[in-house]
């Protein structure tokens, strides 16, 4: 039988957080570790939102120069 057919069960949606937070005893011993994570993956974020404005201002400065002036 294939995996994923349309005998599927849904499951219900979690009501609570109570599954993560069991998990908060095993993680605290490397706190620093998720936080440098969490800070990575933020300044990762951004940075990749900051790009396609940086090739906009590539593109317009070239396009600017190259144009005749009308």
Do not use: C, H, I, W
Not at 26 to 33: A, D, E, M, V, W
Request: charged fraction near 20%; aromatic fraction near 6%.
């Amino acid at each position: 039988m294939a995996r994923g057919g349309a005998a599927r069960e849904e499951r219900p949606k979690a009501a609570n957080m109570r599954p993560l937070r069991a998990l908060a005893p095993f993680l605290r011993p490397y706190r620093l570790t998720v936080l440098a994570a969490l800070a990575a993956l933020t300044v990762t974020a951004a940075l990749s939102l900051t790009l396609p404005l940086a090739v906009r201002r590539v593109v317009d400065g070239f396009f600017a120069e190259s144009l005749p002036q009308m």
